[in-house]
C-alpha cells in the first residue's frame, strides 16, 4: 500500500502510481476520513495499515523529525510543489533500487529524494546513507 501525503491531493499522482503499483493507493486523508490529521499523528495511522510506504512532499516536516518503526516506511521528496508532477517516476525508480525493491526492504526506513541523490536511514541505524 501506497499512502500519499494530503498535499498530493488533486494532482493525479495516485492515478499515475496505479498505472504501475499493484497494490492500493491511497492518501492518508482515506485512512481517517472527515478529519484533520496532524503531521504527528501519521506514524499512528500507517502503523494499523499492512506495511504501507507514506509519500510525502513535505520533507522538512518529516526527515528526522518523524517517528519510524518497521511496521511502515517514510518517503520524503526534497522537491518544490510546483514539482510534485515528478514524483511517480521518481517514486518507480526508487523502488526498482536494489535496497528499496521489495516492501520487505524499505519497512523501517525514512528515505528522502532529492534532486540528485537519495539518502535514508532506518529504525536499527539512524546514521543517514546516500544510495549510489
Given at each position: 500500500?501506497?499512502?500519499?501525503?494530503?498535499?498530493l491531493?488533486?494532482?493525479?499522482?495516485e492515478?499515475?502510481?496505479?498505472?504501475?503499483?499493484?497494490?492500493a493507493?491511497c492518501?492518508?486523508?482515506?485512512?481517517?476520513?472527515?478529519?484533520?490529521i496532524?503531521?504527528?499523528a501519521i506514524?499512528r495511522?500507517?502503523q494499523?495499515?499492512?506495511?504501507?510506504?507514506?509519500?510525502?512532499?513535505n520533507?522538512?516536516?518529516f526527515?528526522?523529525?518523524?517517528?519510524?518503526n518497521?511496521?511502515?516506511?517514510?518517503?520524503?521528496?526534497?522537491?518544490?510543489?510546483?514539482?510534485?508532477?515528478?514524483i511517480?517516476?521518481r517514486?518507480?525508480?526508487?523502488f526498482?533500487?536494489?535496497?528499496?525493491?521489495?516492501?520487505?526492504?524499505?519497512?523501517g526506513?525514512?528515505?528522502?529524494?532529492?534532486?540528485?541523490?537519495?539518502?535514508?536511514?532506518?529504525?536499527?541505524?539512524?546514521?543517514v546513507?546516500t544510495?549510489e
Amino acid at each position: 500500500m501506497i499512502v500519499l501525503d494530503e498535499q498530493l491531493l488533486g494532482r493525479d499522482i495516485e492515478k499515475q502510481i496505479a498505472r504501475w503499483y499493484q497494490g492500493a493507493v491511497c492518501f492518508i486523508t482515506d485512512l481517517r476520513p472527515n478529519t484533520v490529521i496532524k503531521d504527528d499523528a501519521i506514524p499512528r495511522l500507517l502503523q494499523q495499515e499492512n506495511e504501507p510506504t507514506f509519500v510525502t512532499i513535505n520533507e522538512s516536516d518529516f526527515w528526522r523529525k518523524a517517528t519510524i518503526n518497521d511496521q511502515f516506511c517514510m518517503v520524503c521528496f526534497a522537491l518544490p510543489d510546483s514539482r510534485a508532477r515528478e514524483i511517480p517516476q521518481r517514486l518507480r525508480q526508487l523502488f526498482d533500487h536494489h535496497l528499496f525493491d521489495t516492501k520487505r526492504k524499505r519497512m523501517g526506513k525514512m528515505i528522502r529524494v532529492a534532486e540528485k541523490e537519495v539518502s535514508y536511514y532506518s529504525v536499527d541505524d539512524m546514521t543517514v546513507r546516500t544510495v549510489e
